[in-house]
């Protein structure tokens, strides 16, 4: 595992903790917890993906 690989790991990382407080809080009934977090799961795979074939 190679620095650039770790870097931006780190990034997310950071930054999922910067944003969960804020989505947690405006999302306190779980149907619409699980609707939005189902929505940028989505999100972030293909983000992943479209990344892996890039690079």
């Known amino acids: ?3 650039e690989e770790i ?3 780190i ?5 999922l ?3 969960l407080p804020a989505f947690i809080k405006s999302n306190l009934k779980k149907r ?3 609707k939005n977090l ?3 799961g989505v999100i ?3 983000l ?3 990344l892996y074939f890039i690079y």
């Open 1 to 3: 595992m190679g620095l």
């Open 17 to 19: 903790i910067l944003v």
């Open 7 to 9: 870097i931006p790991s």
């Open 44 to 46: 972030i795979l293909l």
């Open 11 to 15: 990034a997310l990382i950071l930054v």
């Open 32 to 34: 619409v917890f699980f």
């Open 38 to 40: 189902s929505i940028w």
């Open 48 to 50: 992943m993906v479209l």
